[in-house]
């Protein structure tokens, strides 16, 4: 079946350092890819999506890259901020009748002033 | 304001105490599922529905029961709680946007059986 995997966190980052949080995939076909962020005490929100091979999502400073060939999706940023402080899923969306997204296990990544 | 919204947003209950998790939501979107989020293991989809009387099986439905009987809800039912269903529960409801579908997800409900 489809499995999703990402680094484990917790990340810390200093302000303004570079992040990227590795994604890889396992599925059949050609799923759409998702990431979603989670700030404390909240529900999920999409931050970025993609649908085919080589497609860049991007929001809000941060970008992935849909690879095929690596089956990768990993999420970047230039210069993070302590706002960005959050727990991130990334998460695939295969031909399945119900919308299922199938989800990594979540980063944490906690950003210090 | 479009919103998922959930009730109760905590809850502590006994084994076997039948309990039911509200989700309604205000966008007239056709789909809406049930996940479980556990430490290490991402979001896990209980239950889905397509449209008002047709629910599904998502990967771990054992242990629950849901219903859809209006287009904006969508509750979910433990008839007998077990504390392995301690966890975050969070519901969704979706719309399609060209070839996928987006997810907007309620702020969740934590549940301790005990």
């Known amino acids: 079946g489809d499995s999703v995997t990402q680094m484990e966190g917790p990340v810390t980052l200093s302000e303004e350092a570079f992040l990227t949080i590795n994604c890889t995939y396992t599925?059949?076909?050609?799923?759409?890819l998702f990431w979603y962020v989670q700030y404390p005490g909240e529900g999920l929100q999409l931050l970025l999506k993609?649908?085919?091979?080589?497609d860049k999502g991007s929001n809000k400073g941060f970008e992935a890259t849909y690879r095929k060939e690596t089956t990768s999706f990993h999420l970047e940023k230039g210069s993070v901020q302590v706002s960005d402080s959050a727990v991130y899923f990334c998460?695939?969306?295969?031909?399945?009748?119900?919308?299922?997204?199938?989800f990594g296990g979540g980063t944490r990544l906690m950003v210090k002033p | 304001e479009a919103q998922v919204t959930q009730n109760p947003r905590y809850l502590i209950t006994v084994t076997g105490k039948k309990l039911t998790v509200t989700c309604s939501q205000n966008?007239?979107?056709?789909?809406m599922s049930w996940y479980r989020q556990d430490p290490g293991l991402g979001l896990r989809q209980i239950y889905y529905?397509?449209?008002?009387?047709?629910?599904d099986k998502g990967d771990v439905p054992e242990g629950y029961k849901v219903s859809r009987k209006e287009k904006r809800n969508f509750p979910l039912i433990l008839e007998s709680p077990s504390p392995n269903q301690t966890s975050l529960y969070f519901c969704a409801s979706s719309f399609q946007v060209g070839e996928t579908y987006e997810q907007y997800f309620g702020p969740g409900t934590r549940l301790t059986v005990t």
């Open positions: 966008m007239n979107h056709e789909y």
């Open positions: 998460a695939l969306s295969g031909n399945n009748a119900g919308n299922m997204l199938t």
């Open positions: 993609a649908t085919k091979a080589d």
């Open positions: 529905s397509m449209n008002v009387e047709v629910t």
């Open positions: 599925a059949t076909g050609y799923p759409s």
